[in-house]
């Protein structure tokens, strides 16, 4: 059964930068699309980014763009989620998926294996 492992959450003062690892603990990402969502406290889990099984293709959710940046290395079987100029509102745990198919999406559906989490926190 895959299992997928994030990394590289934290405390990080406001204005501060990031990045989010995800790689395959059992299975692979490769040949699947990837994607990270968030949870913040008392609210629904998010989507913010995705990224097509090359890495050709993709996109992050509009009031995230420039801040965020979602990427693949697929020599090392990686997905990476950066977070530049981090606010206090980006605190939560952040999740990364992997699709059920090739092409980047935003349907949390199209999702079907996940991680655990990793915590980030935005100190103001």
């Known amino acids: 059964q895959v299992q997928l492992v994030e990394s590289g959450g934290g405390l990080v003062q406001a204005g501060g930068s990031l990045t989010l690892s995800c790689a395959a603990a059992?299975?692979?990402?490769?040949?699947?699309?990837m994607g990270w969502f968030r949870q913040a406290p008392g609210r629904e889990r998010e989507f913010v980014a995705t990224?097509?099984?090359?890495?050709?293709?993709?996109y992050v959710v509009e009031p995230l763009k420039g801040r965020f940046t979602i990427s693949r290395d697929n020599v090392k079987d990686m997905a990476f989620l950066r977070i530049d100029n981090l606010k206090p509102e980006d605190t939560g745990i952040y999740y990364c998926?992997?699709?059920?198919?090739?092409?980047?999406?935003?349907?949390?559906?199209?999702?079907?294996?996940w991680g655990r989490g990793t915590q980030v926190t935005g100190r103001g």
């Open positions: 998926a992997r699709a059920n198919g090739r092409q980047a999406t935003s349907i949390r559906t199209d999702y079907d294996v």
């Open positions: 059992v299975g692979t990402l490769r040949g699947y699309a």
């Open positions: 990224i097509n099984l090359s890495g050709a293709a993709l």
